[in-house]
């Protein structure tokens, strides 16, 4: 079974934030918080990771709480071209089987 | 680098028939996996292998059968087709050192069994 879980689906307009969340509070303390996400019928793409500290990129930030039994990936200013699913998993050693969720599929309306 | 390659990109099957679906990578990756996903639903994980030599059961892996004698390649089996076996196949690959472990997926196979 997935070790996380997440909303089926979201909307955001377009132009402002997206903040998709995740549980996971089974995660154990070498485990990653990792988010991918699959636009349309291709295979998915990286994201971000994080331990325990905030993180950002030039896609998106990353949230994790102080207990990291959950967090939020955070689309600063979404667009069409993000309407996707996404995908948030936690994976520790590199040999780690990684299982995916569901997802939450993101609507961006313009 | 290619990154990770399948072939074929589509596939038709009957009922019964066998087939392998290919799948390669090219950035010395331990760790390769088989997705399958079904319309409208998550990835569930078929099968994965942490090295040559080395394989492991994921979610479903019933209905199928993978081998991993190099590091680059990575094939999964079907043996005797079925329907329910319609889906998108997807393979990954993930680096395997340092502290971050990203993956990294192909295209997909778009695999119809009627």
């Known amino acids: 079974d997935a070790k996380t879980t997440q909303p089926t689906s979201m909307d955001c307009a377009e132009g402002r934030a997206a903040n998709l969340p995740c549980n996971h509070s089974?995660?154990?303390?070498?485990?990653?918080v990792y988010w991918y996400r699959q636009i349309h019928s291709q295979g998915p793409q990286y994201i971000i990771h994080?331990?325990?500290n905030n993180e950002t990129n030039e896609m998106a930030s990353l949230i994790i709480t102080e207990d990291r039994k959950s967090s939020t990936l955070i689309l600063p200013h979404a667009t069409l071209r993000d309407t996707a699913v996404y995908y948030c998993?936690?994976?520790?050693?590199?040999?780690?089987?990684?299982?995916f969720g569901k997802g939450t599929r993101l609507h961006i309306l313009p | 680098n290619a990154g990770v390659t399948q072939t074929p990109k589509f596939q038709v099957l009957k009922t019964g028939q066998s087939m392998t679906l290919q799948c390669a990578q090219d950035?010395?990756?331990?760790?390769m996996s088989w997705y399958r996903q079904d319309p409208g639903m998550g990835l569930r994980l078929i099968h994965y292998?942490?090295?040559?030599?080395?394989?492991d059961q994921g979610e479903v892996p019933n209905g199928y059968n993978v081998s991993r004698s190099t590091t680059e390649d990575f094939p999964l089996r079907l043996l005797s087709a079925a329907p329910s076996q319609t889906s998108v196949y997807f393979c990954?690959?993930?680096?395997?050192?340092?502290?971050?472990?990203?993956?990294?997926f192909g295209p997909g196979t778009r695999l119809t069994v009627l």
């Open positions: 998993i936690v994976r520790g050693g590199w040999d780690d089987k990684i299982i």
């Open positions: 089974t995660i154990s303390g070498n485990e990653y």
């Open positions: 950035m010395n990756h331990e760790y």
């Open positions: 994080g331990l325990k």
């Open positions: 292998s942490v090295g040559a030599g080395i394989t």
């Open positions: 990954a690959s993930s680096v395997t050192s340092g502290r971050f472990y990203e993956q990294f």
